[in-house]
Every structure is written in structure tokens, then in C-alpha cells.
């Protein structure tokens, strides 16, 4: 079965500085994945995703993710981090099994900026 | 301004009851889930329909039940077999995986039930 893990519940990082929420995944087969964000009371938005090509994927809000075969790893960057990125961010996976668009989701890492 | 609608965004269970959420869209998508999210736990998924008229359980339907007799909408029913219903339930569509697949999700703003 598929799965992604995000080893970090939290990670605090400086207005201004780059950021990274970490992402791993565990598939049979080509992996499709998937960064969202989730600010409070709010349903998840789509960031961006990875299919096939380029390893460095650009998103929304100007974030990015790099995937990286070999570390089966999708990690989410940002080369300059805002106060308004902090937020709720899920790494997913599609689930191929029974068909659909399904997704599998990490447990979120909560990403705070500070000034 | 396509998009999903959930309500109501708070719901409030007495013991024994059944309550039903409210899902509609008009993003003309195929495919609806329904998830449910704990602190800590992620997103874990109920149930998922692929077409109207058909549905299929997720990996915690137990408790649930779902109809799906329109496109526009997928209703979720939180039965009193569901003995820890507290929490953040997110409903999505998303085009068919027919043609056009990896397609992503998108939400609605949630209900959040609580139990009286």
C-alpha cells in the first residue's frame, strides 16, 4: 500500500528565510504526489503536484517542491518565507487501488513564520 | 465562482442521533469524497463516489453512510453506530480519473460536529 510520512508535526522558521516541510513517500509503482495547505477552519488548497518531468515542481504562493527518486522523498521549499505562509501543510499520494482519483494523506506539519 | 459547499460549518449531536452534512458542488466533477480529520491524524477518507449513483467506502466507513443521486451533491449521515464522532469533516471533488487522471482534490471549508 501507499503512504507518505512528514517526519515534523512543526517546524518555526524567520520571515525572510528559506523554508522546507519534509515529505517522504513508500509506493509500488510511479508515485503521484501532492503538497496541499490547510489555514484554520478552512478546507485544504492545492499547492502543487508531481506526475512525471521536471524533479523541481513550481506551485502557488511561490512554493516549490523538489522530488528526489532515489531518497523517495517530496520535499516542499520556499526561498523566502512570509508570516502568511503559516499554515497546515499535507504531502499526499495518489492511491491506486480501486480506481479514482483517490489520495493518501501525511498527518501535516504545522509551519510557523515569525517575524 | 465554481466551487464546494459545506454546511453547516458547525453541527451539534445529542447521543443516539443521526445528523447528516451537506455537500455541493458545481465544479461539474465527477468524483466525491468525504474525509475526517483529528488532530494530529491527517485527512483519513469515509467514503468516495466516482460517478452518480455509485459509491465506495474508504478506510473508516463504519458508522457512515453516504447516498449520491445527483452530481452536485454527496451527502454524509454520521449514524449513532459512529461512537466518536467529534471532529473536522472535509468534503471533495475532483474530475474522473477517466481521462483524465492525477487530477487534485479540491475542498470545502468543513463542518465541524461535536457531540452534546
Known amino acids: 500500500a501507499q503512504s507518505v510520512a512528514q517526519p515534523e508535526d512543526q517546524v518555526n522558521v524567520a520571515e525572510g528565510n528559506p523554508l522546507t516541510v519534509k515529505c517522504t513517500y513508500s509506493?509500488?509503482?510511479?508515485?503521484?504526489l501532492f503538497w496541499y495547505v490547510q489555514y484554520p477552519n478552512r478546507g485544504l488548497q492545492f499547492l502543487l503536484k508531481?506526475?512525471?518531468?521536471?524533479?523541481l515542481v513550481k506551485g502557488s504562493y511561490g512554493f516549490e517542491a523538489e522530488f528526489n527518486k532515489s531518497q523517495t522523498s517530496f520535499h516542499l521549499k520556499k526561498p523566502s518565507a512570509l508570516v502568511s505562509d503559516s499554515a497546515l501543510y499535507f504531502c499526499?499520494?495518489?492511491?491506486?487501488?480501486?480506481?479514482?482519483?483517490?489520495?493518501?494523506f501525511g498527518t501535516g506539519t504545522q509551519l510557523k513564520v515569525e517575524l | 465562482d465554481g466551487g464546494i459547499t459545506q454546511s453547516p460549518k458547525y453541527l451539534f449531536r445529542k447521543e443516539g442521533q443521526n445528523v447528516t452534512l451537506s455537500c455541493e458542488q458545481n465544479l461539474n466533477h465527477d468524483a466525491m469524497y468525504w474525509y475526517r480529520q483529528d488532530p494530529g491524524q491527517g485527512l483519513r477518507l469515509i467514503y468516495y463516489s466516482q460517478i452518480v449513483n455509485d459509491f465506495q467506502k474508504g478506510d473508516i466507513a463504519e458508522g457512515y453512510s453516504v447516498s449520491r443521486e445527483k452530481k452536485e451533491s454527496f451527502p454524509l449521515t454520521v449514524t449513532s453506530a459512529q461512537k466518536n464522532p467529534t471532529a473536522f469533516y472535509l468534503c471533495?471533488?475532483?474530475?474522473?480519473?477517466?481521462?483524465?487522471?492525477?487530477?487534485?482534490?479540491?475542498f470545502g471549508d468543513g463542518t465541524r460536529l461535536s457531540i452534546l
Open positions: 471533495a471533488s475532483s474530475m474522473s480519473s477517466v481521462g483524465t487522471p492525477n487530477q487534485p482534490q479540491h
Open positions: 499526499a499520494v495518489r492511491d491506486l487501488t480501486g480506481g479514482g482519483n483517490k489520495l493518501t
Open positions: 509506493v509500488s509503482g510511479n508515485p503521484y
Open positions: 508531481y506526475i512525471t518531468g521536471d524533479n
